[in-house]
């Protein structure tokens, strides 16, 4: 068992024949990633690395109906469009990479991915990864397979680059990885903290969860409220908050539009408080991860 990725998934990339996703489409198909299908718009007929493309998703899924999982990989004035026909045509999952959806397209579409009972992660995700499984997006680069040894761990990051730093982390300590989510840093994401933590809770291959959080938003004070409310989680999670450094330097901007100081709840100094009483095994510095998790697991 895997979370998202896994052997069976059957993907199709939306936006395939964009210069990013030609790329990472080929990276994804050396790692062992199934790639079914294509869509672009007007592209139908062309192939991207043996890839075919279609128009639209209900002719890809009319030639290949074992499709279950998108990654949108398009512009994001094209984004919203995107994600409501996967949805529309009941793809389950989707992993969306685009940066600067508009914050009224995402409140749309994540009331649709709850009317649809799909999970969506993302945007601005750089994709999840099931070591030796699957690969969904530029989460690994062209090297996934260096950076990214099968184990027990899993990860999940509001940060893309940060996902495979921690990684390397929890490696280093001499542990590997069951599944590596970055959940995107935007304001509203299509999962929260909280709902990967579910996720990993019913994966056998999953013996510890490790979250690497922001400043701004509260989705990791959700991870408290939740730890509180299931004292009898079962997997010992531990958590880095990065960004306290601007709670010194007030009159500074930093980041992107999820790392919005709005109040107290807001910032990592609160965000590690309230983990810590909820049972989270919170570091302050990202190295101790490792650390960490030898004294837990060992």
Known sequence: ???????????????????????????????????????????????????????????ALEEH????????????????????EALENNIKKINVTTERIPTQDMWEIK?????KNTTLIGPTSVGIISPE????????????????????????????????????????AGFGISTAIDIGGDKIAGTTFVEALKMFKEDDQTDAIVMF????????????????????????????ITGKFTEDMPSQQYGHAGAVIRGNQDKPSHKEKVLRESGAHVVNVHHKIGQKLEEILK
């Open 1 to 59: 068992m895997s979370i998202f990725a896994d052997e069976d998934t059957k993907l199709l990339i939306q936006g395939i024949t964009g210069r990013a996703a030609s790329e990472k489409t080929e990276h994804m198909i050396d790692y062992g990633t199934n790639v079914v299908a294509g869509v672009t718009p007007g592209k139908e007929g062309e192939e991207v690395h043996g890839v075919p493309v279609y128009d639209t998703i209900r002719k």
């Open 65 to 84: 109906p074992e499709i279950n999982t998108s990654l949108v990989y398009v512009p994001h004035f094209a984004a919203k469009d995107a994600i409501l």
């Open 111 to 115: 009331k649709e991915i709850d009317r």
């Open 133 to 172: 499984k699957s690969k969904i997006g530029p989460i690994g680069g062209n090297k996934a397979e260096k950076t990214y040894e099968k184990g027990s761990i899993g990860v999940i990051s509001k940060s893309g680059g940060m996902t495979t730093e921690t990684a390397q982390v929890i490696q280093n």
């Open 213 to 240: 959080g922001e400043l701004g938003g509260t989705y990791e004070n959700q991870v408290a409220e939740f730890l509180e409310e299931n004292p009898g989680f079962g997997k010992p999670v531990i958590a880095f």
